[in-house]
């Protein structure tokens, strides 16, 4: 517990070099939504368009309309300047449907989050969507404010995503299993996509095979989880739960 608990410590030492924010944050604020849209669209065809060539996976802007009606408190993203450069959506469920073995687009519901779960007790990883050029820890403090507002501050037993394995292809002569499982000379992960998961806590959970479109990959996907390690705690002292709220929002937004 003591190990995850330092990431967050260790993350906030880093100098800010952008700002993160949620859509609802935003939308409370009056913030220009269809701009932002248009914005966020630029983003992900710009990722996921070197991802894949299938359109499916890049939001539009019916679907982000219907993601920020839906859960837009979920919703995060980072800017730097004037220029989005990162994206976080997650939705909650339940540790049986997030577990289920399905594609990306059943489990966001074709990326209209529709099987967003409000009571849910799990959260869901749907996006993670980070310019190349961005300047350093966006991802890791895009994910852990996520982490520790949305899934530690609401009191949620854990954290799950669907994490791609993009250098896979280089190495597919091993079996899946032994290049997801296997480890460097150093103890690292084989791929450095999984490593980033893996230093920030999470385990590997399964194998999904044809995850998503995704050659790099060879479309498979690894469901991962993040294990809260106050959960007892925020199920017993419930009163706590803002108070790590206010927190995260200090720390990271």
Same mark, same amino acid.
């Given at each position: 517990?003591? #190990?995850? =608990?330092?990431? +967050?410590? !260790?993350? !906030?030492?880093?100098?800010?070099?952008f700002c993160i924010a949620r859509i609802s944050d935003l939308i %409370?604020? *009056?913030?220009? @939504? %269809? !701009? /932002?849209?248009?914005? =966020?669209? @630029?983003?992900?065809?710009?990722?996921?368009?070197?991802?894949?060539?299938?359109q499916c996976y890049t939001w539009t802007k019916d679907m982000l309309k219907i993601q920020f009606e839906i859960c837009p408190e979920l919703i995060y993203c980072a800017f730097n300047n004037d220029e989005v450069i990162a994206t976080l959506t997650y939705i909650r469920t339940t540790q049986s449907k997030a577990e289920f073995k399905s594609n990306w687009l059943n489990k966001s519901? %074709? *990326?209209?989050l529709t099987t967003h779960i409000p009571t849910g007790d799990v959260a869901f990883g749907v996006d993670l969507s980070v310019l190349k050029k961005s300047p350093q820890k966006v991802s890791d403090r895009i994910l852990?404010?996520? @982490?520790?507002? *949305?899934? =530690?501050?609401? *009191?949620?037993?854990?954290?799950?995503?669907?994490?791609?394995? &993009?250098?896979?292809?280089?190495?597919?002569?091993?079996?899946?299993? %032994?290049?997801?499982?296997g480890k460097r000379k150093n103890g690292k992960s084989l791929d450095p996509e999984l490593y980033f998961y893996m230093k920030d806590g999470f385990e590997i959970v399964e194998i999904i095979p044809e995850y998503m479109d995704d &050659?790099?990959?060879m479309n498979y996907g690894v469901l991962i989880k993040w294990n809260n390690p106050l959960?007892? =705690?925020?199920?017993? /002292? &419930? +009163?706590? #739960? &803002?108070v790590i709220r206010w927190v995260g929002k200090k720390m990271f937004l």
């Open positions: 517990m003591l #190990k995850k =608990i330092q990431v +967050f410590s !260790n993350l !906030n030492k880093a100098p800010d070099q %409370d604020a *009056g913030v220009d @939504i %269809d !701009n /932002l849209i248009e914005r =966020i669209v @630029i983003l992900s065809k710009a990722i996921w368009g070197d991802v894949t060539d299938s519901g %074709d *990326g209209y852990l404010s996520a @982490i520790l507002i *949305g899934v =530690i501050g609401e *009191g949620l037993k854990s954290a799950y995503l669907g994490a791609r394995i &993009p250098s896979y292809h280089k190495h597919k002569e091993m079996s899946v299993e %032994d290049y997801v499982y &050659p790099a990959s959960y007892r =705690i925020t199920k017993t /002292l &419930p +009163f706590i #739960k &803002p």
